[in-house]
């Protein structure tokens, strides 16, 4: 019932009627190639679709923002345990950057903005940006 172009049609949507089985062999295929109830319009069994690209957000070490407040941010904006978050902020605070987490663009973006917005407001330097994963 499917084509070599995984379409269907219409055609083979239609639910089966009552006299399929015994209509004049004018409504069947003659085989000449002429399908005579198609309406040529096609829908996708599997329409193609794309993963989207997925961005890591991440935090920069600084010398003066507060452990806790670091800790903070990643409980607020990035849902860590207590325990997670001070894994990650460790991981930060030892080798310079770390991964708050993956996020499509706009998640990402809008995560960034969350946590620059909220660190400036609190009079703390501490940076967090975007990378492609
Ligand atoms: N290095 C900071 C301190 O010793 C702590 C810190 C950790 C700051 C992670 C920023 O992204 C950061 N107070």
């Known amino acids: 019932m499917i084509n070599n172009d995984n379409m269907i049609s219409l055609q083979m949507l239609r639910p089966k009627m009552d006299d399929d089985n015994h209509r004049d062999d004018s409504d069947k295929d003659s085989g000449d190639g002429a399908d005579r109830r198609e ?30 407040f670091v800790i903070h941010i990643l ?39 969350q946590v620059m917005d909220y660190a400036r407001t609190h009079e703390q330097p501490l940076q967090c940006t975007m990378e492609k994963d």
Do not use: Q, W
Not at 75 to 103: L, Q, S, W
């Open 75 to 113: 409980e607020k904006f990035f849902n860590k345990t207590r325990a997670e978050a001070t894994d990650v902020m460790m991981h930060v605070h030892r080798r310079g950057v770390g991964v708050c987490g993956i996020y499509t663009y706009e998640i990402a973006e809008t995560k960034v903005s």
């Open 39 to 68: 309406t040529g319009l096609m829908l996708k069994v599997r329409p193609k679709t794309r993963k989207p690209s997925m961005y890591k957000v991440v935090l920069l070490n600084d010398d003066f923002t507060p452990m806790d």
